[in-house]
Antibody, heavy 115, light 106 residues
């Protein structure tokens, strides 16, 4: 059974940093694309980033480019999202998803950026 | 690539047929998928690549396209269908979601 589970969310001050983790199981993690999607409170879905399974290429939304870094640890089947220079508008539930086409989702982890 | 989804909200009755539309700002082939989200839950993919239903998704859901306009059709609404629906273009990075359509019971 495919499972992805996020952790690492919390309250952080503007300008601060946070690293999200996503534990994956039930599929060959090393060969699959993996993505992050976020949803601000009461708002729609917002695509954030992807790391491609074939060559570890990474892509980002313009709103996070230069501040967020997606990576993965193939030895532990874990996906990461390093978030720096956080802003109030980054407040959201962050979802880890399997595949570039988002075929399986975790339950999300809440990131709150506030002083 | 911009994706414009309409309507933003929709009221319908059990058994009704409804359509939700996403229009892409440029050609994306068949690279658009649909997701359903219920309150307090993570989204789930319903349809990938325009018209391919996920395993377990009822056949009352269908997807189609004409050029850059994509349509999600629900035929014979059931209580569990009242939710928010999103489309996603996955032709070119950065991928982009539509704004969402909240389907409510009339």
């Amino acid at each position: 059974e495919v499972q992805v589970s996020e952790s690492g969310g919390g309250l952080v001050q503007p300008g601060g940093s946070l690293r999200l983790s996503c534990a994956a199981s039930g599929f060959p993690f090393n060969t699959f694309d993996m993505s992050w999607v976020r949803q601000a409170p009461g708002k729609g879905l917002d695509w954030v980033s992807v790391i491609l399974g074939r060559d570890d290429s990474t892509y980002y939304a313009d709103s996070v480019k230069g501040r967020f870094t997606i990576s993965k640890d193939k030895s532990t089947n874990t996906l990461f999202l390093q978030m720096n220079s956080l802003r109030a508008e980054d407040t959201a539930v962050y979802y880890c998803t399997k595949g570039a086409w988002l075929d399986s989702w975790g339950q999300g982890t809440l990131v709150t950026v506030s002083s | 690539i911009q994706v414009t989804q309409s309507p933003s909200s929709l009221s319908a009755s059990l058994g009704d047929r409804v359509t939700i539309t996403c229009r892409a700002s440029q050609g994306i082939g068949d690279r658009l998928s649909w997701y359903q989200q219920k309150p307090g839950k993570a989204p789930e993919r319903l349809i990938h690549a325009t018209s391919n239903l996920e395993s377990g998704v009822p056949s009352r859901f269908s997807g189609s396209a004409s050029g850059t306009e994509f349509t999600l059709t629900l035929s014979g609404l059931q209580p569990e269908d009242f939710a928010t629906y999103y489309c996603l273009q996955h032709d070119r990075f950065p991928f982009t979601f539509g704004q969402g359509t909240k389907l409510e019971i009339k």
